[in-house]
């Protein structure tokens, strides 16, 4: 049985996720609610500045680790002007500081696995950016630059490092939109549908797959041809 790790687990693509997985071992996180799946799990404000020390406690006695799924993200919609510092502190925790906390806590536990993985779900605006988003596409864009570059990193140790950039995807943050906004966001679409969560899962499922070995340094895009 495989053990993995998996944050953000309790929303929307991160649930889905430990769905796909629950017949694996899984220690997930999250920031408040509780998973639907079962797992070993966590309860951690990601958005915070935390201690490797804090995070170690949590995988006492775990000596390997066979995958890190990265999955939280929070949206932030507002103009470069009207950002308070405090949130690009806390976009900045949530994306990139405890993502290399995770990394570098994990790294022991992943080199004890014959097929270690870490995917991080990033986002479409990661690469193209996106007004009214600056800060947020800007850490999704970090988040690429660090997959790519800890893939040439860790390419000697067998472990593999990988992005996935959905578009927009079906879920509470495509919920929030008013019923104009989404429409017309659907006319921009090629398929005039949402991503699934399902779809992003099955991406990830496919980067676990030991066949996926040589898939290294990679950001795979789910937009149904909406930015290619």
């Known amino acids: 049985m495989a053990r993995y790790v998996i944050t953000g687990s309790t929303g929307d693509i991160g649930s889905t996720v430990h769905k796909m997985l629950e017949s694996q071992e899984i220690i997930s996180f999250s920031r408040s609610r509780r998973p639907v799946y079962s797992s070993t799990h966590h309860h951690i404000d990601l958005s915070k500045p935390f201690s490797e020390e804090e995070l170690e406690k949590a995988f ?23 950002t308070a510092l405090d949130e690009v502190d806390a976009q900045y ?22 097929a270690g993985r870490i995917i991080v779900v990033t986002s479409v605006w990661g690469r193209n950016g996106a007004s009214f988003e600056s800060i947020y596409a800007s850490m999704k864009g970090a988040q690429e630059a660090l ?34 906004d989404r429409a017309f ?9 949402f991503v699934s969560t399902e779809e992003v899962a099955h991406a990830v499922r496919y980067l676990l797959d030991p066949k996926a070995s040589s898939v290294n340094g990679e950001i795979m895009n789910i937009n149904g041809g909406w930015y290619t």
Do not use: H
Not at 95 to 114: D, E
Not at 185 to 193: D, N, T
């Open 147 to 180: 997959v790519k570059s800890l893939a040439k990193e860790f390419s000697a140790t067998g472990i593999t490092v990988n992005g996935i950039a959905p578009g927009a995807v079906e879920g509470a943050m495509t919920g929030l939109l008013s019923a104009e």
């Open 60 to 82: 006492s006695g775990i000596d390997r680790v066979d995958g890190l799924i990265w999955c939280p993200g929070e949206s932030l919609y507002n103009l470069i002007q009207d």
């Open 93 to 114: 925790n949530l994306a990139i500081r405890s993502l290399v906390a995770f990394v570098r806590v994990l790294l022991p536990k992943l080199r004890k696995s014959t």
């Open 185 to 193: 966001l659907l006319e921009e679409l090629p398929q005039s549908r």
